[in-house]
Structure formats: structure tokens, C-alpha cells
């Protein structure tokens, strides 16, 4: 539908853009960053949700791909990636079913942190006759899922005496929005994170358990744990595309973002405010940027911010000096682009001002 | 996929379970009320995005459907709509040309709140030799779209003047939250709403406009508005399936809401946690719970609420009672329907306790 060479003032809104130098260069830098600390790079690909994308990144030295859903794994898999880690405790018959059919074609982890997960796993494992490795994930706080460190050593025992698993490793994540993360940065977070890891594993492997991966971090503390000895491998996502969040947090440059949402101004409601063709369901509006001091979105090259929405309706407020016209198009940066990708089929790719290809959002609206 | 006579608790989470005896029954309740106040029901299908369940609508005396944008009208349209109005101040060439297009298969109705919108939908009818008929966006305190009523007239007039439109009347949207809305009851802003577009039609009719329709109103508002003398047509969305914010505001019954998201306990962080299979990319997190009070989900026959989320993680706060165990599957009804359709692929249908239909949601991801 949309042709390559078609000039980014042509296409019509809304509409994802990807700046493909800039993500190109994002691929490269973070992985020589992790690269450079002796660490492995698993990029989380709910990001983008794109199988071509992840093979980019794999290209570029990634050691494989993290996902949050078997049917993400799935659409993956079939994309060409050979090393999966489902980094989430799935739960459900046909799931395991179906992780134990994808361990067939593909080296695929899974997540476990519950007696129910690990038997249920290893049943369907063994039906099928393949072998899933096992990441046991630790809660550091975030009480979302994972077991605590002091309960690591019991799972970890139970997945080792379990037909069709083979105990791969810990992991753990931790949003520097937890609870109890208040006024430490993102540096300490990540090192903590890493080390409170590393010194487990440590109390593992002197207990006899053989645990290969070490693996933690998000974009910000995936840089500060990776210099921390022992932390094996790093599972960010965002950093691919970048967002407002990110570079209003420091994380990112905002120079290095590399994905905004084009729309078209289509109503004027005050002289202060401008109204365009993106709200909620272009957006997302998952993080409640009131809590994070930020709002929904942040124009590229002028003052003026989403400041609210209904479902298509993103109403801007204009800062000194930002008058756009109706009919006048203007992009912006996303609060959080994970979410914002997940409610759009496609993103398009572009170069020097214009299209050159459009990526089918594959993984988009798998569910299960 | 999904068989027809699939028990629902065999069915694979998290999914989005509509109850059809339900579902009709809100069709046809809400079509007799605001029938029997003598004024049309156009529901605004952007709540189900569903053709097929617009049929519905229509088939139970819908005068025709709402949309909110050109692709979702060209969607409705190959489904079998054949009266349609975009309550949307659509702008850009490629917009106007579709729906110039789109005009030769259905009566289409298209808002307009800018000279730009109107010269630039006239000159694509024009040039396609179809008409569009106009409706003006009225801004009554939103501050999103639309012009205030004093410059209703002027617009109208141009609207009269140019090719290829027939002015068709006026619309207004105003949510219940809209700023200054505090401490009034639906009731109540219901009737103001239509009060200030009948008694506006009424001027523009004395002027000489010939304003055929006044169209407002939304699920909290629309049957106390279309009490109104001179309110002819209300656009209500949400009353299709009703969700847990229509639910504690008292606009419908819990026993009405018809739409409930099936998920998975995967994990139990606390005696008072469970975390489900289910995060802000299947309930969505446009609304902020916390400015209305609510939560982003509630257990539907438990004292249970999804209190947090990250992206496939729904955190539940349990209440006194509560202990669904890692496996167990707790229905949720979403703070917001709308959005939480719109991150989904297919709406299940049942009736009984098992599937009965699986309808594919073909006018979600619909960007332009």
C-alpha cells in the first residue's frame, strides 16, 4: 500500500515512523556497549514485534531474542529467530503444549517461578519428547512475579528432578518505577539488580546447582548491570526505538530517538491548543505520565505536548511559538513506544525524509 | 480456531468473552428507550468494531452507525452498512478523496468544525461527483473540536455554498468528565447538552439553515438528553457491553455488562496478589483509574481488582475471601471497554457457558 520513495509529507496519519539510521545505530551501540562488559545482549522484542527487526539485531551480535508470550515465540520462530526466551511463568495446558512443539525448531527458554509452571512444563516437554531450559526468575521487589531469593533454591531442586527441563539459569526484572526505587538512579538500580543476582547464583552453583545465565536489566540499568561481574546476559527492549520517557529520563538521547507518531492537526480549540488525529488508541496511555511529571507525547521541533486524549482525538498544548495550522502535519515522541507499536499493523521505515520499506507489525495482537 | 461449543473454560487466555444474550439484550433495551422518546439511535461502533454486530444494531432499529474514522467507515461499509456518519473533523487530501469515494455506497455524513474541512471535503466530492452530507461540530466545553455555537452560523453558510455538500445539521460531543463537569449528574448534563443544541438548531432554522439533525449524546448522557424536544439522534457506544466505570458511575447495571476479559492467575506475589495473564496490551490504561477513583479492572464475581499493570502482567489486589490459586482463570470487566477492544483481534461469543461465535474485531487497527 505504501510505496518505497513515497516523501514522509505524503504519507497519511497516523502513522509510525522509524527513522532506520538511527535504529541501525541503536542496535549497534547497545550492543557493543553490552558487548564490551563481557555480557550477552537478549534484546526484549515486544518493542517493535517484528521478526525482521530481531534478526537485524541478531545480526548485530544479539544471542538470541526475549519475548513475553508463547505466540510471540511462535511468529518469531517462524521469522527465523533459533534462540527464544519466553521471559514470563506461563501458565495453561496448551501453552506448555505448544512451548514444548516450539522447543523442536528452536532453542526456547521459558520462565518459571512455581511448582505448577515447572510440573506443567515438563509434562507436556516430556509428552512431546523435547527438551525446554529453565530460567527461574527472582522477585527483587517489584511483587509482580518470581519467586523470593530465599525460595530459589527449592524450585531451582524441583526443576532439576523434572523429565524434559534442564535448569538453564535465574532471572529477574525490575522496573526503576518499583516501589522502593524512589531517589536512586538508574545506575545503583541496575548494579543492585546485578549484584544481588550474581552473589545468588554464586550461593547456587556452591549448592551444586549449575546455573549458566545470569539474566536482568531493561534500558535503564541494563548498561549499569552489565559492568557487574557475573550478570551473564541483558534483556532491554525499548532501546531500540527510544521514547519521551527515556530521554526525559536521561536514558536516551533524545538525538538517538528513533521512533515518532506523524499526525495531521485537525482542529484548533484555542489559541494555545491544537488538536490532532492520535489519542489513546494511536498513543497508549498506559503510564499515567502525571505520576512520572510527564504528558502523552512531545512534538519533534516544537514546544507543545499531548496533553490529553480521547480515543482519536490528541489535544497539544502549544508553547510560545508553536502555531500549527489545520492540515499541517506534526510528529511526536511517544511517552512509551512499546504500547504505542502494539496498537498499530505497521511501522514504517525511513530514510533522508523518505519511505524505504514498511514493516508488518507480525506480532501484534497475538493474545495467548 | 476457536470451535463453536468450546466450554469457556477450556478457552486460552487472556481473551475477551462477550455474553450475546446480554449483548442483545443492551441493543434492544437502549433502541426502545431512545425510541420511545421519539429520537433515532446511531450507536457509535467504534466500541465493538465489528460489522456484523452493527447488523445487529441496525436490524433492532438503529437509524445507522457512528464511526470515527474514514477507514473504519470503508470497513462498516463492505460489511453492509448503508448510513454511516464519521462524527470526526477528518482532514488531509487522501481522507476527503476516500470519503468522496465512499459516498457512492452508503449516505455518508461527515463532521466539519474548519473552513479548511469543509473547502477540502467539497472539492473531493466535487471532483468524485458524489454528495457528502455535513454535519457541524459543535464545541460545548470540551475544548477538543468543534466551534463554539456563535460561530455555528458562519460555518453553516459556507457549508451551503459549496459543492458536492448538503448541510445536514449539527453534533456535539461532550464526556461526562469534561472539565466543569464536576458535581453535576449525567442527568443533568444530558439535558443541557441537548437543550444547547436544540435551542442553537432552532436559531440557525430561524436564520434560514435548514439543520435537519441534532445529533449528541453518549452512553451516560443519551437517554436523558433524548428527552429533549428538538434532540433528534443519539450516539451512545459503550452501552453495548457496558464495562466496570459505566458499571460504579450507576449508568448500567453490573448485570448488564456483557463484555468480560477471561485471564490466567500465573503468579501469587503475595497472600493479597495474584498476578494475571493479562496486562496494560489487553486492558489497556487509557483511563486513569486513580483520577476516577477506580481501579484498571474488576473480578467479575470476586472482590478482586487488577490494581496495576505492566505490559502482560495484571497485578491483583485480593480482597477478604479471595484466593484464586496459579491456574485458576478470574473473568475481569475492563475500566474501558473501547480500548480494551481495540488491543484484541477477536471478540468470543457465548451463550451458556460456551462459545457460540468468534467475530473478528476487522475494523481494529484501523489507522486513517
Known amino acids: 500500500m505504501i510505496r518505497p520513495g513515497t516523501p514522509i509529507s505524503d504519507l497519511d496519519t497516523p502513522c509510525l515512523l522509524v527513522d532506520l539510521p538511527k535504529m541501525d545505530a541503536n542496535i549497534r551501540n547497545w550492543q557493543t556497549a553490552i558487548s564490551a562488559s563481557g555480557a550477552k545482549l537478549r534484546p526484549h522484542v515486544k518493542t517493535h514485534k517484528v521478526p525482521e527487526i530481531a534478526l537485524r ?58 511448582e505448577v509452571g ?19 526468575e527472582i522477585d527483587l521487589g517489584m511483587n509482580r512475579s518470581g519467586v523470593p531469593p530465599a525460595k530459589a533454591e527449592a524450585l531451582c531442586r524441583l526443576v532439576m528432578t523434572l523429565p524434559g527441563l534442564e535448569l538453564d539459569g535465574l532471572f529477574t526484572f525490575r ?74 529520563y536521561g536514558v536516551i538521547s533524545y538525538d538517538d530517538v528513533a521512533l515518532s507518531i506523524l499526525c495531521t492537526v485537525v482542529s484548533r480549540p484555542a489559541p494555545d491548543k491544537a488538536t490532532v488525529d492520535g489519542g489513546s488508541k494511536t498513543f497508549s496511555g498506559d503510564i499515567v505520565p502525571a505520576r512520572l511529571n510527564l504528558k ?53 521505515g525511513v530514510c533522508d525524509g523518505k519511505v524505504e520499506q514498511v514493516f508488518p507489525i507480525l506480532a501484534r495482537g497475538k493474545r495467548t
Open 57 to 114: 539485531q541478531q545480526r548485530a551480535g544479539a544471542a538470541g531474542i526475549t519475548v513475553a508470550k508463547v505466540s510471540e515465540a511462535e511468529v518469531f520462530a517462524a521469522g527465523g529467530c533459533d534462540d527464544i526466551f519466553i521471559a514470563y511463568p506461563i501458565i495453561g495446558v496448551e501453552k506448555w503444549r505448544r512451548a514444548a512443539e516450539l522447543a523442536r525448531t528452536c532453542t526456547l527458554a521459558v520462565g518459571v517461578d512455581s
Open 118 to 136: 515447572a510440573r506443567g512444563l515438563s509434562s507436556a516437554a516430556a509428552a512431546a519428547g523435547t527438551t525446554i531450559r529453565v530460567r527461574v
Open 175 to 248: 522496573s526503576v518505577f518499583f516501589a522502593g526505587a524512589e531517589g536512586r538512579t538508574a545506575a545503583d538500580l541496575g548494579r543492585e539488580e546485578g549484584e544481588l543476582m550474581a552473589s545468588l547464583a554464586d550461593r547456587l552453583r556452591v549448592s551444586g546447582f549449575p546455573i549458566r545465565e545470569v539474566s536482568l536489566g531493561s534500558t535503564p540499568t541494563a548498561r549499569y548491570a552489565a559492568q557487574v561481574p557475573g550478570v551473564t546476559e541483558l534483556r532491554p527492549g525499548t532501546y531500540i526505538f527510544g521514547d519521551y520517557m527515556m530521554a526525559e
Open 296 to 348: 502523552y507525547a512531545r512534538a519533534v521541533g516544537m514546544d507543545a505536548y499531548v496533553e490529553s486524549m480521547s480515543e482519536e482525538h490528541g489535544v497539544v498544548r502549544l508553547g510560545p511559538g508553536a502555531d500549527p495550522q489545520i492540515g499541517d502535519k506534526v510528529a511526536f515522541y511517544p511517552v512509551h513506544v512499546c504500547t504505542a507499536v502494539n496498537l498499530s499493523d505497521e511501522l514504517i
